[in-house]
């Protein structure tokens, strides 16, 4: 244990359906996403609850004991490659950033790609102000930026591609 004091040590688990509603509550927490990327955001958690890996989404939680979720990551193959997947979301709880969470998320998510024999993990994001610290979070975690695309979501709003290539193990 660094610095920071953690209540316990946090375990990552795949996404159960009691899951659902803590996680729409971290993703409206985060203060970053509109009502349509929410319901987004849900609606990948609700496929993979629904199909489990075959719906193309794999979501994970992690919680510390006895069982608070702090935060969870989705990510999935991308149709038509060979290797590449996308890291589609990832969220942690305001009350709990800054203490590893986010990069544990992050690492399995990583991990489970390279059990699939994943080689490649692309995120995209927003080049938003509001989105600055996360590019920071994508880089401190071994992502770089590779694409970007001017005015994707909106004028001004440009669309910002990060990938990281898995070493094989
Ligand atoms: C991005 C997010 C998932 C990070 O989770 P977190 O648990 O706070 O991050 P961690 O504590 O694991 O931090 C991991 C690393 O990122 C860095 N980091 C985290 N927040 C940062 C910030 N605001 N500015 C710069 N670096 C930051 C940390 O310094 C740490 O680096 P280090 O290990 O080299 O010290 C979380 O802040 C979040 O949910 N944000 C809102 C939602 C979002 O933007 N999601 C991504 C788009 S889908």
């Not at 509550?25 to 489990?52: K, N, P, R």
């Not at 590893?100 to 994001?125: D, K, P, S």
Request: with cysteine; glycine share 10%; charged share 25%.
């Amino acid at each position: 244990m660094g610095m920071t004091a953690v209540a316990a040590t946090p375990q990552v688990r795949p996404v159960e359906r009691e899951d659902r509603d803590r996680i729409h509550s971290i993703v409206v927490a985060t203060g970053h996403f509109s009502q349509i990327e929410a319901d987004t955001a849900m609606e990948l958690v609700d496929a993979s609850l629904a199909g489990g890996e075959a719906s193309g989404y794999l979501t994970y939680v992690l919680e510390t004991p006895p069982g608070t979720v702090h935060g969870y990551v989705c990510v999935g193959p991308t149709p038509l490659t060979e290797g590449t997947f996308d890291l589609y979301w990832v969220a942690v709880d305001p009350a709990a950033q800054g203490r590893g969470y986010g990069r544990r998320l992050v690492a399995t998510a990583e991990e489970e790609v390279r059990r699939r024999n994943g080689r490649l993990v692309l995120i995209e994001t927003s080049s938003q102000e509001i989105y600055r610290p996360t590019v920071g979070f994508y880089e401190s975690a071994g992502y770089r930026l590779v694409a970007r695309i001017p005015n994707f979501y909106r004028p001004g709003d440009d669309k910002l591609v990060f990938v990281r290539d898995l070493v094989p193990i």
